[in-house]
């Protein structure tokens, strides 16, 4: 195994297990502690991972993803007027990707009743129920590994298969959003999918409520630059100051469900 492939491993580690010992690490990977501990060194000056005494652990929001029952549960309010937000900006006709994650499910429970004759693209079981008997919408979903508790796809195959398609739009849901690292997600294969759809589609849509601005995560999905649009109930934070000096369009919903465009009213 090569530096950086030990490195990302040993990132993967700690993210899975919160902590680990240099011990431990030297033992599993057989090399030295020394060497485990250079490469520690590399990922804490990458902000992913903290040492301390004897062994190192998860940097703040780079550790454990809360369980998807949980996110769900999470900014239940928020998360419908960014997806009703974002189905307003879907065109008719358009072939989307809409990615697994609670906020994108709620993308695609404000899709129904539209009959915008999409065709949808999808890694997530539950997207794909909510739109399955829509009327002129087409569902495709991906082949591959299901991921427990998540009902989301990922692996190889997926990947190959969205290699396949052309898509107007990618709807993202991602675990962070920074001005610095971009996109990020905590599960290395819910990101290579991710990066999959960002480079089949025209256009990437990203919803993301305020606790997830400025979060950074294990692993790295995109960056600011490759986002056409984002949904926000923030008014205002550094990291969409960041983005709009990189082109990005920026829409707020408020608690009424109004759209402001780049802080102004739409």
Same mark, same amino acid.
């Given at each position: ?50 040492? =301390? ?71 997530? =079981? @539950? ?11 087409? @569902? =495709? ?79 790295? @999905? ?7 649009? =984002? ?19 920026? @829409? ?15």
């Amino acid at each position: 195994m090569d530096v950086d492939a030990r490195r990302t491993r040993i990132g993967q580690i700690v993210a899975e297990q919160g902590e680990a010992a240099f011990a431990t690490l030297a033992t599993d990977f057989g090399v030295s502690e020394m060497t485990i501990r250079r490469d520690v060194e590399a990922l804490e000056k990458a902000g992913l991972v903290r040492r =301390i005494f004897g062994g190192v652990i998860a940097a703040s929001g780079t550790g454990f993803e809360p369980p998807y029952p949980e996110r769900a549960g999470h900014a239940v309010g928020s998360k419908g007027r960014i997806g009703h937000a974002i189905a307003d900006a879907l065109r008719p006709g358009e072939t989307v990707f809409l990615d697994s994650g609670s906020t994108v499910a709620s993308v695609a429970y404000a899709l129904r009743g539209r009959r915008l004759e999409l065709t949808v693209l999808t890694p997530s =079981i @539950v997207v794909a129920t909510a739109l399955a008997d829509e009327p002129d919408t087409r @569902v =495709i979903l991906l082949g591959g590994e299901v991921r427990a508790g998540e009902l989301s796809i990922i692996g190889h195959d997926a990947e190959q298969m969205i290699a396949r398609y052309n898509c107007d739009t990618y709807v993202a849901g991602v675990a962070g959003v920074d001005a610095v690292r971009g996109l990020t997600e905590y599960h290395p294969q819910e990101a290579s999918v991710k990066r999959a759809a960002v480079s089949r589609s025209s256009r990437v849509i990203v919803g993301a409520d305020s606790t997830k601005l400025g979060q950074v995560l294990l692993v790295c @999905v995109a960056d600011l630059a490759d986002v056409a649009l =984002i949904v926000t109930d923030a008014s205002s934070h550094p990291t969409l100051d960041a983005a709009r000096e990189a082109g990005v369009t920026v @829409v707020t919903v408020d608690s009424d469900g109004d759209h402001h465009l780049n802080g102004a009213p739409s």
